[in-house]
Protein backbone atom coordinates (compact mmCIF):
# COMPACT_ATOMS: atom_id res chain seq x y z
CA UNK A 1 0.00 0.00 0.00
CA UNK A 2 1.22 3.08 -1.06
CA UNK A 3 0.30 6.63 -0.34
CA UNK A 4 1.18 10.43 -1.40
CA UNK A 5 0.24 13.91 0.07
CA UNK A 6 1.48 16.74 -2.68
CA UNK A 7 -0.15 18.99 -5.20
CA UNK A 8 -0.83 17.83 -8.64
CA UNK A 9 1.56 19.65 -10.59
CA UNK A 10 3.69 19.38 -12.91
CA UNK A 11 6.90 19.58 -10.67
CA UNK A 12 5.61 16.80 -8.01
CA UNK A 13 6.41 14.18 -11.09
CA UNK A 14 3.12 14.50 -12.83
CA UNK A 15 4.18 16.47 -16.09
CA UNK A 16 3.67 15.34 -19.30
CA UNK A 17 7.25 15.44 -20.63
CA UNK A 18 8.55 13.20 -17.75
CA UNK A 19 5.68 11.44 -16.12
CA UNK A 20 7.57 10.51 -13.43
CA UNK A 21 4.44 9.58 -11.17
CA UNK A 22 2.62 7.71 -13.75
CA UNK A 23 6.05 6.31 -14.65
CA UNK A 24 6.16 4.54 -11.24
CA UNK A 25 2.96 3.41 -11.45
CA UNK A 26 3.24 1.09 -14.52
CA UNK A 27 6.41 -0.29 -13.20
CA UNK A 28 4.15 -1.47 -10.39
CA UNK A 29 1.49 -2.42 -12.46
CA UNK A 30 4.06 -4.37 -14.94
CA UNK A 31 5.79 -6.49 -11.64
CA UNK A 32 2.14 -8.13 -11.59
CA UNK A 33 2.07 -7.48 -7.67
CA UNK A 34 -0.69 -6.42 -5.97
CA UNK A 35 -0.74 -2.90 -4.66
CA UNK A 36 -2.86 0.28 -4.09
CA UNK A 37 -1.14 3.57 -4.52
CA UNK A 38 -3.95 6.53 -2.62
CA UNK A 39 -3.00 9.66 -4.16
CA UNK A 40 -4.24 12.47 -1.82
CA UNK A 41 -3.97 16.24 -3.15
CA UNK A 42 -5.34 18.71 -5.85
CA UNK A 43 -4.46 21.75 -7.78
CA UNK A 44 -6.55 24.41 -7.24
CA UNK A 45 -5.22 26.79 -9.58
CA UNK A 46 -4.25 24.15 -12.15
CA UNK A 47 -7.80 22.63 -12.71
CA UNK A 48 -7.70 21.41 -16.41
CA UNK A 49 -3.99 19.95 -15.95
CA UNK A 50 -5.54 17.78 -12.50
CA UNK A 51 -8.24 16.92 -14.68
CA UNK A 52 -5.79 15.50 -17.64
CA UNK A 53 -3.74 13.92 -14.98
CA UNK A 54 -6.07 12.08 -13.55
CA UNK A 55 -7.44 10.45 -17.47
CA UNK A 56 -3.85 9.58 -17.76
CA UNK A 57 -3.52 7.67 -14.81
CA UNK A 58 -7.17 5.56 -15.64
CA UNK A 59 -5.01 2.98 -17.05
CA UNK A 60 -3.69 2.34 -13.39
CA UNK A 61 -6.77 1.65 -11.83
CA UNK A 62 -4.44 0.52 -8.26
CA UNK A 63 -4.04 4.44 -8.38
CA UNK A 64 -6.93 6.81 -6.58
CA UNK A 65 -6.83 10.07 -6.25
CA UNK A 66 -8.94 11.30 -3.05
CA UNK A 67 -8.31 14.91 -3.28
CA UNK A 68 -6.83 17.55 -0.49
CA UNK A 69 -6.66 16.23 3.30
CA UNK A 70 -6.37 18.64 5.75
CA UNK A 71 -5.22 15.59 8.17
CA UNK A 72 -3.64 12.50 6.05
CA UNK A 73 -2.23 10.75 8.97
CA UNK A 74 -5.58 8.53 8.83
CA UNK A 75 -4.56 7.69 5.57
CA UNK A 76 -0.75 7.32 6.14
CA UNK A 77 -0.94 4.33 8.95
CA UNK A 78 -0.68 1.02 7.77
CA UNK A 79 1.13 1.76 4.71
CA UNK A 80 4.11 0.53 3.27
CA UNK A 81 5.34 3.86 1.59
CA UNK A 82 4.71 7.03 1.13
CA UNK A 83 5.81 8.61 -2.28
CA UNK A 84 7.05 11.45 -3.63
CA UNK A 85 8.94 11.81 -7.18
CA UNK A 86 9.38 15.82 -7.51
CA UNK A 87 11.53 17.48 -9.61
CA UNK A 88 13.00 19.69 -6.62
CA UNK A 89 11.71 20.27 -2.05
CA UNK A 90 12.82 22.78 0.09
CA UNK A 91 10.73 21.60 2.96
CA UNK A 92 9.29 18.28 2.03
CA UNK A 93 6.90 18.03 4.47
CA UNK A 94 5.13 14.34 3.55
CA UNK A 95 7.90 13.10 4.05
CA UNK A 96 8.85 14.35 7.14
CA UNK A 97 5.04 13.15 8.34
CA UNK A 98 5.62 9.77 6.78
CA UNK A 99 8.97 9.38 8.51
CA UNK A 100 7.92 10.48 11.66
CA UNK A 101 5.39 7.43 11.67
CA UNK A 102 8.04 5.50 10.55
CA UNK A 103 6.95 4.67 7.19
CA UNK A 104 9.66 4.36 4.77
CA UNK A 105 9.35 6.68 1.84
CA UNK A 106 10.03 6.13 -1.83
CA UNK A 107 11.41 9.79 -3.24
CA UNK A 108 12.80 10.99 -6.03
CA UNK A 109 17.12 12.22 -6.22
CA UNK A 110 16.11 15.95 -6.41
CA UNK A 111 19.07 18.13 -4.22
CA UNK A 112 19.22 17.43 -0.73
CA UNK A 113 17.01 14.27 -0.46
CA UNK A 114 20.15 12.53 1.19
CA UNK A 115 19.80 14.47 4.25
CA UNK A 116 16.36 12.97 4.83
CA UNK A 117 16.42 9.64 3.12
CA UNK A 118 18.83 7.11 3.29
CA UNK A 119 18.59 4.67 0.69
CA UNK A 120 17.39 1.05 2.12
CA UNK A 121 17.49 2.38 5.30
CA UNK A 122 14.33 4.43 5.61
CA UNK A 123 13.33 4.10 2.16
CA UNK A 124 14.38 4.55 -1.35
CA UNK A 125 15.90 7.19 -3.58
CA UNK A 126 15.07 6.71 -7.27
CA UNK A 127 17.07 8.66 -10.41
CA UNK A 128 15.01 11.16 -12.04
CA UNK A 129 14.37 9.40 -15.19
CA UNK A 130 13.75 5.73 -13.05
CA UNK A 131 15.95 4.01 -15.48
CA UNK A 132 16.94 0.33 -13.59
CA UNK A 133 14.96 0.87 -11.12
CA UNK A 134 14.38 -2.75 -9.55
CA UNK A 135 10.25 -2.43 -8.78
CA UNK A 136 10.99 -6.19 -6.93
CA UNK A 137 13.58 -5.11 -4.69
CA UNK A 138 11.49 -2.21 -3.49
CA UNK A 139 8.55 -4.18 -2.75
CA UNK A 140 10.16 -7.20 -1.20
CA UNK A 141 12.67 -5.48 1.21
CA UNK A 142 10.47 -2.64 2.54
CA UNK A 143 12.72 -0.94 5.38
CA UNK A 144 11.95 -1.14 8.77
CA UNK A 145 13.44 1.34 11.18
CA UNK A 146 12.42 3.38 13.99
CA UNK A 147 12.50 7.40 13.38
CA UNK A 148 15.05 9.43 15.10
CA UNK A 149 14.41 13.28 15.20
CA UNK A 150 17.41 15.11 13.80
CA UNK A 151 18.95 17.95 16.14
CA UNK A 152 17.71 21.29 16.79
CA UNK A 153 19.47 24.22 16.60
CA UNK A 154 17.76 24.61 19.79
CA UNK A 155 19.92 21.41 21.02
CA UNK A 156 22.87 22.52 19.43
CA UNK A 157 22.92 25.90 21.42
CA UNK A 158 22.43 24.33 24.66
CA UNK A 159 25.01 21.19 23.42
CA UNK A 160 27.62 24.15 23.20
CA UNK A 161 26.29 26.28 26.01
CA UNK A 162 25.28 29.14 24.29
Not at 46 to 51: D, G, Q, R
Amino acid sequence: RLVSNTRISPEKGFDFEHDRMLKFARLLKESGRSFSWIICGDNTHMKEFEIEVKEKFKEVQEVSFIGYKTDVLPTLLGSDYFVLLSDFEGCPYGVLEALQVNIPCIVSNWGGVEELIEDGVNGYILPMDLEGVDINKILDNIPKFKYKEKPSIKAWDNLIGN
